[in-house]
T-cell receptor, first 110, second 115 residues
Framework: NAGVTQTPKFQVLKTGQSMTLQCAQD?????MSWYRQDPGMGLRLIHY???????DQGEVPNGYNVSRSTTEDFPLRLLSAAPSQTSVYFC?????????FGPGTRLTVT | GDSVTQMEGPVTLSEEAFLTINCTYT??????LFWYVQYPGEGLQLLLK?????DKGSNKGFEATYRKETTSFHLEKGSVQVSDSAVYFC??????????????FGGGTRLMVKP
């Protein structure tokens, strides 16, 4: 039982490049979400999904797209990376009160 | 909107010292409150929770009491260990505790415990 997995662990992009951060879970949780973590600001919600085929925006959605074609996968797409998107990205699932976080992806945009 | 305010760190303590990390919140409804812990290089893990006023959450020697009158949820531990060194996040959920909640996080407090 791997829980929540994220790939890659580290990524460096140039401004304007695109990429997809992968998130997968094997716990059959309906709710999944993406956060970014910046120093002193805690975690801020980017997008979330309450089930396959359903996504919605969180607090800071601009510059990011998501889709949820299966229960297991919830990829986060950066269409045109900007230096302001340099951050650590966490994917999470939820069951009841508890959220389960992946190990994170550290993204640097130069 | 909802918000969570934590004391700024880092907090540096000696082993076996008493720990308090302050957390206050602003919410429109009756939120559930959480403390999450993040060890170096890892994602966040739920440490404890409280879902209604006067509830006390506890786990691994840590405690926090949901105080509605002061809108606070301070984290305490009587005797910290080096292994408690981590970043601690206070968070709230204002949607009744069911699946599909969104969490609002505080900025995090780094705790460093010296032997």
């Amino acid at each position: 039982n791997a829980g929540v997995t994220q790939t890659p662990k580290f990524q460096v992009l140039k401004t304007g490049q695109s990429m997809t951060l992968q998130c997968a879970q094997d716990m059959n949780h309906e709710y999944m979400s993406w956060y970014r973590q910046d120093p002193g600001m805690g975690l801020r919600l980017i997008h979330y999904s309450v089930g396959a085929g359903i996504t919605d925006q969180g607090e800071v959605p601009n510059g990011y797209n998501v889709s949820r074609s299966t229960t297991e996968d919830f990829p986060l797409r950066l269409l045109s990376a900007a230096p302001s998107q340099t951050s650590v990205y966490f994917c999470a699932t939820q069951q009841g009160y508890e959220q389960y976080f992946g190990p994170g992806t550290r993204l640097t945009v130069t | 909107g909802d918000s969570v305010t934590q004391m700024e760190g880092p907090v540096t303590l000696s082993e076996e010292a008493f720990l308090t990390i302050n957390c206050t919140y602003t919410a429109t409804g009756y939120p559930s409150l959480f403390w999450y812990v993040q060890y170096p290089g890892e994602g966040l893990q739920l440490l404890l929770k409280a879902t209604k006023a006067d509830d006390k959450g506890s786990n691994k020697g840590f405690e926090a009491t949901y105080r509605k009158e002061t809108t606070s949820f301070h984290l305490e531990k009587g005797s910290v260990q080096v292994s408690d060194s981590a970043v601690y996040f206070c968070a709230l959920s204002d949607q009744g505790g069911n699946a599909g909640n969104m969490l609002t996080f505080g900025g995090g407090t780094r705790l460093m415990v010296k032997p």
